[in-house]
């Protein structure tokens, strides 16, 4: 059954740890990632944008797919089902739908504004008994077209949307998505100090988790940091594997040509990565 994130994400955040979310795109990264978090025995959140939401022809579909898999994998750690960058409308969408959590990206609109979507959205959660993430400062990079350059969130306006009673807080601490630039600066650990300082016992949410260094990755979950996105580095593995596969002819020999066949070292290479980023945040035996 899927749960809310709330309960995983405050016990990370007292243990010093953090749950990997793993964004979706299909059936095999949706059994990939739930295998290896049963493996690991790890939490796990399954994150769903609102461009994978339609490629995997609606958010129902989605909910389907991933209630059956729970039952049919038997799969007995938490797993929450959440919606990754939603806007105002997405989210009551996923609401109807059955995802036990949602972010809401208020980012770009006023703070006033931002304010007063997130206090309604948060009664709604309340009231189902779900989970929801807020976004402060955008996060850069590039998300399902939305570029933004890795700015860093006003502590105080952290506060802010914190204090309206939100489940976890993503605040841009100089992170992007998608590849890192060569130029790239790194994490303001000032900037999540500050935040953290104002915040309290909230979890923080990283975006952006690839290509972040390991060390900033630790030093990020001793500052208050209980959930990291991950979306591009599994996308990566998954791409060279599938490469490799078609380079070396092998889906010309025999029924090489079976998708079964074609896309399995694919998902293998993704469950290699969950398996290195649930190690890495030390999700481990956490379920």
């Not at 790194?186 to 923080?204: N, R, V």
């Not at 990291?228 to 025999?254: H, P, S, W």
């Amino acid at each position: 059954m899927l749960v809310s994130a709330k309960e995983m994400l405050t016990k990370a955040k007292a243990g010093k740890y953090a749950v990997g979310q793993f964004n979706i795109n299909n059936l095999e990264w949706t059994k990939a990632i739930l295998q290896t978090a049963q493996e690991l025995n790890s939490p796990v959140i399954l994150g769903v944008s609102e461009g994978a939401g339609k490629y995997m022809c609606g958010y129902k579909t989605i909910v389907g797919m991933v209630n059956g898999m729970l039952e049919e994998l038997k799969i007995t750690v938490p797993v929450a089902l959440h919606l990754d960058h939603g806007s105002y409308d997405a989210c009551y969408k996923c609401i109807e739908a059955g995802f036990s959590s949602i972010m809401f990206d208020g980012s770009h609109y006023p703070i006033e504004e931002n304010v007063a979507k997130t206090t309604e959205l948060i009664k709604v959660c309340a009231e189902k008994g779900m989970s929801l993430e807020a976004e402060v400062g955008s996060i850069g990079g590039e998300e399902d077209g939305v570029i933004g350059m890795g700015e860093c969130a006003d502590p105080n306006e952290c506060k802010m949307i914190a204090d309206l009673g939100v489940t976890m807080l993503a605040a841009g601490i100089g992170n992007i998505h998608g590849k890192y630039p060569a130029n790239w600066a790194g994490l303001s650990f000032e900037t999540l100090d500050a935040i953290q300082q104002q915040t309290g016992d909230m979890p923080l949410v990283l975006h952006g988790g690839t290509g972040i260094p390991a060390d900033m990755i630790k030093k990020a979950i001793s500052l208050g940091v209980a959930k990291i996105n991950v979306n591009t580095e599994c996308q990566l593995a998954f791409a060279a594997a599938t490469r490799t596969y078609i380079e070396e002819g092998k889906d010309l020999v025999g029924k090489g040509f079976d998708p079964r066949k074609v896309l399995a070292p694919g998902v293998e290479a993704i469950k290699a990565t969950v398996k290195e980023k649930m190690e890495l945040f030390g999700s481990v035996n956490k379920a």
